[in-house]
């Protein structure tokens, strides 16, 4: 008994699956182009969740307000078009790109080129700080004699069998 | 010396924005109705259903036009202010009771005391997506032209009233 319960239990999840919150409709072809369209839009309550996974009341409001301007046969455009007209270029996940804008488009990049500018400063600066150094005849002779030894192992390697 | 100066220059330019930007309320969304003409419409008056009320009738005067619910508690903060301002007598002020129940309104009116010219009901909130409003309280100022002027997002402080909204009035009266 204890072990049937565990299992229903385990079950649950397969029963309540959270799906986009959709309301009520009669006709499937114009839910699923609604939503499509709500999926790019920002819900102004809840700010982070798109119209068409938002559960507040405004966002059940706008989807119906949608809906039925699908209904009398405007566009996806014109009904952006329309929400942009009445709450501004907030709705929109894809943000135009105008003046005030532009920061937003071009910022990252702006910063990425200040960054990559600022790298090849610094390291043409610390190439210029480190000088060749030259060395002299009998440092050379020594740097040689010591590369000799250790590379002399190597050249008559021991007789391992023996 | 350089090595600390630009580091420092630019850490005060991130402090100096996250300062601004840790400032502004994401919740207020710039509007683009103002500068715009207020949306139309028609709905029944609250107290009177049988009677309607429309923007157009107030062609000529500047007006506040207040959306309010009872469900909505930030309305109690803002709502002395209204009552004071209606004692004044200086600009008409029209609410909408925004996705209510008739009843629920006018018992909140009753409680709190009525501070409105006239009030409209806004039940399936169809008026409201019009004028953008997302977030209860909302007050539009509307110009003679019946043209949207100021739009407050959210309760209407002393200081917002004080230092905005009554010298946008008398300019507008002006006018």
């Known amino acids: 008994m204890k072990y049937l319960l565990i299992l229903l239990v385990c079950l649950l999840p397969v029963f309540s699956h959270a799906g986009e919150a959709t309301d009520m409709a009669a006709d499937p072809v114009l839910e699923k182009r609604m939503i499509g369209l709500a999926e790019n839009l920002r819900c102004l309550v809840c700010q982070n969740e798109s119209l068409a996974s938002s559960h507040s009341e405004l966002a059940e409001d706008l989807r119906r307000e949608v809906r039925e301007q699908m209904q009398k046969g405007l566009s996806d ?28 488009w071009f ?55 023996a | 010396m350089m090595r600390f100066i630009l580091p420092f220059v630019v850490f005060m330019i991130m402090a100096a924005f996250m300062y601004v930007g840790l400032g502004l309320n994401p919740r207020e969304v710039p509007s683009p109705l103002v500068g715009k003409a207020a949306p139309a419409f028609t709905l029944p008056q609250l107290h009177e259903p049988s009677k309607q009320f429309s923007p157009q009738d107030m062609k000529g005067k ?52 009525n501070p ?34 100021h739009k407050q997002i959210g309760a209407v402080t002393p200081e917002i009233l004080d230092e905005t909204i009554l010298p946008l009035i008398k300019e507008l009266q002006a006018k």
């Open chain 1, 107 to 161: 910022g990252p990049f702006a910063l990425l080129l200040a960054g990559a500018g600022m790298l090849v400063y610094q390291l043409r600066k610390r190439k210029s700080r480190i000088p060749e150094a030259e060395l002299s005849a009998e440092d050379a002779q020594r740097a040689a004699s010591l590369l000799d030894e250790t590379a002399e192992p190597s050249n008559q390697p021991k007789d391992n069998r």
């Open chain 1, 77 to 104: 455009q014109e009904i952006i078009d329309y929400l942009v007209s009445r709450y501004g270029d907030f709705v929109l996940y894809d943000p135009p790109l105008k003046k005030s804008t532009l920061i937003l």
């Open chain 2, 116 to 149: 409105y010219t006239l009030v409209v009901s806004d039940i399936e909130g169809r008026v409201g997506i019009d004028y953008g409003v997302y977030g209860v309280p909302e007050t539009y100022l509307i110009d003679k032209q019946g043209i949207i002027r």
């Open chain 2, 62 to 113: 500047v007006w506040l036009f207040n959306v309010w619910a009872s469900w909505c508690t930030a309305c109690e903060g803002e709502h002395p202010l209204f009552m004071e301002l209606s004692r004044k007598n200086i600009v008409p002020i029209y609410g909408m009771d925004y996705k209510d129940k008739r009843e629920n309104g006018e018992a909140w009116l009753r409680k709190h005391g």
